[in-house]
Nanobody, 120 residues
Framework: QVQLVESGGGLVQPGGSLRLSCAASGSFRSINAMGWYRQAPGKQREVVAALTPGGSTNYADSVKGRFTISRDNAKNTVFLQMNNLKPEDAAVYYC??????????????WGQGTQVTVSS
């Protein structure tokens, strides 16, 4: 059983910052790619940032220059530093990760989501 637990969401004013964390736990051999998605009310879930095992990053155009994805391999944790937040960034943020387990080379798991609200 693999779990991803997110934390760090909350209410922030426009222009403010938040740092999301997502910690992996359970039985797995390794973690491959990790990433963050978000879903606003009435909208489809969209990718925000992704991090490959080799360290390459990809960002949605809407967050480039403001968000940074990073990873602490020792703690099996992925972070999303969000700066200069805008009202349109408000959404439920989900982390995901691809795990190598005893039964799959690449099994994707999702966290439960954390709410980010940007409002004055």
């Amino acid at each position: 059983q693999v779990q991803l637990v997110e934390s760090g969401g909350g209410l922030v004013q426009p222009g403010g910052s938040l740092r999301l964390s997502c910690a992996a736990s359970g039985s797995f051999r390794s973690i491959n790619a990790m990433g963050w998605y978000r879903q606003a009310p009435g909208k489809q879930r969209e990718v925000v940032a992704a991090l490959t095992p080799g360290g390459s990053t990809n960002y949605a155009d809407s967050v480039k220059g403001r968000f940074t994805i990073s990873r602490d391999n020792a703690k099996n944790t992925v972070f999303l530093q969000m700066n200069n937040l805008k009202p349109e960034d408000a959404a439920v943020y989900y982390c995901n990760a691809d795990f190598a387990t005893s039964y799959s080379r690449n099994a994707r798991y999702w966290g439960q989501g954390t709410q980010v609200t940007v409002s004055s």
